[in-house]
């Protein structure tokens, strides 16, 4: 089984791990596909251009696999129109796509176009926003949560993906699971099982109930979704600051259980390896997503948690949106790594999507 053979649950393909280089490329483009959007964008290595395009859905999970295509398809070629493009003059394609298999996708884009396009999961996208695709970590905390690495490079490239099992058997750390133990210490506070907190009166204000047993009905008789009990998390990261002890601790145990995740990935690529033979160690661990907005409250934690293995780890969040990753794997993919750097490109994916 891969699950005890040592094999990754996510792999890096060999076109990004060993790319051929293209001296004739000037066009690459990069995906970002999701359970509400997709945004594509197509980049001008020698201009320095970027021009995007946008889709609906295209998480397999969400919508279907057909759908999932046809947006992936409707966001690439508005892009490729308004760089002025043929699809044949693009140098690379990275496709990064959210859900737990993305093999029935990347078959209907490779049918509907061409092989060249490469769809990966949206997890080795995030890593390369994270650490610019090199050798590093992304840990993502949105709705729900997932870490991948990458240790090595070329032939030595290693691999390694904790998390990602979903809101039922994962998730931890994420802003649905802060959520739900939001709800759930609201709960014990009004039961006398468990201390006194300020999310309780925060829970009948955010989801409009009279009661915390109000609220938990709504979670099943509504049933409320994975993005209105993430939403709640909010208040979580409002409360922590100001002194709410459960609402911290909260925070203190999720970056704990992130944390173990994020220390399996760099154990099982051999990013701590240094760290242990006395060596600097050093390298990024970039964090995604809206949970982290909480601040210092969760990043301090968490921060602790991955130092204990590896001191020399630089965690600091993510300010590159997630098809920037996919635009320097694009790149990379061509043997242009370096024709643009990530502060460049954030500020070009910036003004390209801010109107």
């Known amino acids: 089984m891969r699950a005890m053979n040592g094999e990754s649950l996510v792999e890096l393909p060999r076109a990004l791990s060993a790319p051929q280089a293209r001296t004739d490329t000037r066009y690459v483009m990069g995906v970002d596909g999701g359970a509400t959007k997709t945004l594509a964008a197509v980049l001008d290595l020698e201009a320095k251009t970027l021009h995007v395009g946008r889709g609906g859905p295209s998480n397999e999970d969400a919508v279907g696999a057909r759908a999932a295509v046809q947006a992936l398809l409707v966001a690439a070629d508005e892009a490729i129109g308004r760089a002025g493009v043929d699809a044949g003059e693009l140098g690379g394609a990275v496709l990064a796509i959210a859900g737990t298999d993305t093999e029935h996708v990347a078959a209907g884009v490779r049918e509907a ?183 210092a409250v969760f990043v301090e934690p968490l921060t602790r948690a991955v130092h204990e293995l590896a001191p020399g780890a630089s965690v600091q969040a993510v300010e590159m949106a997630p098809v920037g990753g996919s635009l320097l794997l694009a790149a990379r993919m061509c043997g242009h790594g370096e024709a643009i750097g990530t502060a460049e490109l954030a500020d070009l994916i910036e003004r390209a999507t801010s109107g």
Do not use: C, M
């Not at 840990?139 to 490239?157: C, L, P, Y």
């Open 113 to 295: 176009r061409t092989d060249a396009w490469l769809v990966v999961n949206d997890v080795v996208g995030a890593w390369a926003t994270a650490t610019g695709g090199g050798p590093g970590v992304a840990a993502i905390a949105g709705t729900g949560s997932n870490v991948f690495g990458v240790g090595g490079e070329g032939e030595s490239t290693r691999a390694w993906r904790a998390g990602g099992w979903g809101h039922v058997l994962g998730d931890e750390g994420s802003g649905y699971w802060l959520g739900v133990q939001s709800i759930k210490a609201a709960l014990r506070h009004r039961e006398g099982s468990g201390p006194a907190t300020g999310l309780s009166d925060a829970a009948l204000e955010f989801f409009g109930e009279e009661s915390v047993e109000a609220v938990a009905q709504s979670v099943y008789s509504k049933p409320l979704s994975k993005g209105e009990i993430a939403a709640f998390a909010i208040e979580t990261g409002r409360l922590a600051p100001q002194g709410d002890v459960v609402a911290r601790e909260l925070y203190e145990h999720g970056a704990r259980k992130l944390g173990e995740q994020i220390k399996a990935v760099i154990a099982h690529t051999g990013l701590g390896q240094e760290a242990a033979d006395g060596r600097s160690g050093r390298f990024p661990v970039g964090l995604i997503g809206s949970a982290f907005k909480a601040g």
